[in-house]
Nanobody
Framework: QVQLVESGGGLVQAGGSLRLSCAVS????????MAWFRQAPGQERDLVAS???????NYADSVKGRFNISQDNAKNTVYLQMNNLKPEDTAVYYC????????????WGQGTQVTVSS
């Protein structure tokens, strides 16, 4: 069974940086798209960034110019570099992968908490 395991969350001051990692069990090449979502308390889970076949990233307007998604196929890992963090970035961040080899077509990680203090 494919697993996605996030790491790298934590507490950071506004203006700081964090890098989230999502390790894929098995080959990341089995996923045609990888993405990061986030969910703040009482809010819906929203798409933050996505990358298709390890190509160019796409971003929500709220994070453009501050976040960068990348993929390392050799390490079966996708990253989310987050710079100039703001308190409104506080949320649980989830890794998502879409693959025809996964039941339901998509897999999710367990989430990692990011808290940005003002």
């Amino acid at each position: 069974q494919v697993q996605l395991v996030e790491s790298g969350g934590g507490l950071v001051q506004a203006g700081g940086s964090l890098r989230l990692s999502c390790a894929v069990s098995g080959s990341i090449s089995n996923f045609y798209a990888m993405a990061w979502f986030r969910q703040a308390p009482g809010q819906e889970r929203d798409l933050v960034a996505s990358i298709i076949a390890g190509g160019t990233g796409n971003y929500a307007d709220s994070v453009k110019g501050r976040f960068n998604i990348s993929q390392d196929n050799a390490k079966n890992t996708v990253y989310l570099q987050m710079n100039n963090l703001k308190p409104e970035d506080t949320a649980v961040y989830y890794c998502n992968g879409r693959s025809p080899f996964v039941t339901g077509g998509a897999a999710w990680g367990q989430g990692t908490q990011v808290t940005v203090s003002s």
